[in-house]
């Protein structure tokens, strides 16, 4: 079985880049198909959909975060990893990777990490 878990600073300053990764044991992130995505929940809201890579390496952003987002890949690791530039208090919230069917893309995922919070404060 897939599974994932979630490395980072826990606290960033505003204005500065986020980076988490997301390690990934029992597959391999270069199994045909399935993509890996990033998904985010912050206090009192929803969940909300970053982005996700593909196994070539092909990416997606959500429309309201791509301009601060980049998402790549380890393969020598078997890891893929998080940056978001510039944040703001507003990027305050729970961050999870996952292992997603592109094609259920902002529905559901098949494995998801425990998720880990990440605080935007000076």
């Known amino acids: 079985q897939v599974q994932l878990q979630e490395s980072g600073p826990g606290l960033v300053k505003p204005s500065q880049t986020l980076s988490l990764t997301c390690s990934v044991s029992?597959?391999?992130?270069?199994?045909?198909?399935?993509?890996w995505g990033w998904i985010r929940q912050s206090p009192g809201k929803g969940l909300e959909w970053i982005g996700y890579i593909s196994s070539s390496g092909l990416t997606y952003y959500s429309p309201s975060l791509k301009s601060r987002t980049s998402i790549s890949t380890d393969t020598s690791k078997n890891q893929f990893t998080l940056q978001l530039s510039s944040v703001t208090p507003e990027d305050t919230a729970v961050y999870y990777c996952?292992?997603?069917?592109?094609?259920?893309?902002?529905?559901?995922?098949?494995?998801r990490g425990q998720g880990t919070l990440i605080t935007v404060s000076s």
């Open positions: 029992g597959g391999s992130i270069t199994t045909d198909y399935y993509c």
């Open positions: 996952a292992r997603l069917d592109p094609a259920l893309y902002g529905s559901s995922w098949y494995e």
